[in-house]
Nanobody, 124 residues
């Protein structure tokens, strides 16, 4: 059974950093690129970041680039999202996902497996 479990979500203040983690089980981790998406209240799910199987290539949403860093630890089946200088507009549920079509790393349809999400709330 494939499981993705996010953690690290919290209530933080504007300007704070935050690191999210996702542990993956039930699949061969290095067969999948990994992505992070988020969904704010009343909005659709949007792409945040992705990292390829080896970790050599990383992709970021244009408006978030410079404030976020994605990484992975293939020895421990972990993927991370480090966020800096958070703003209230970053408030959302953050999801990690695993996909096997590298051409679709920025799209929801490019991912087969999803976690349940972790809540990030940023106060002013």
């Amino acid at each position: 059974q494939v499981q993705l479990a996010e953690s690290g979500g919290a209530l933080v203040q504007a300007g704070d950093p935050l690191r999210l983690s996702c542990v993956v089980s039930g699949l061969t981790f290095t067969d999948y690129h990994m992505g992070w998406f988020r969904q704010a209240p009343g909005k659709g799910r949007e792409f945040v970041a992705a990292i390829t199987r080896t970790g050599r290539s990383k992709f970021y949403a244009d408006r978030l680039a410079g404030r976020i860093t994605v990484s992975r630890d293939n020895a421990n089946n972990m993927v991370y999202l480090q966020m800096y200088n958070l703003t209230p507009e970053d408030t959302a549920v953050y999801y990690c996902a695993a996909g096997d079509d590298a051409a679709l790393v920025r799209t929801i349809t490019g991912y087969k497996y999803w976690g349940q999400g972790t809540q990030v709330s940023v106060s002013t």
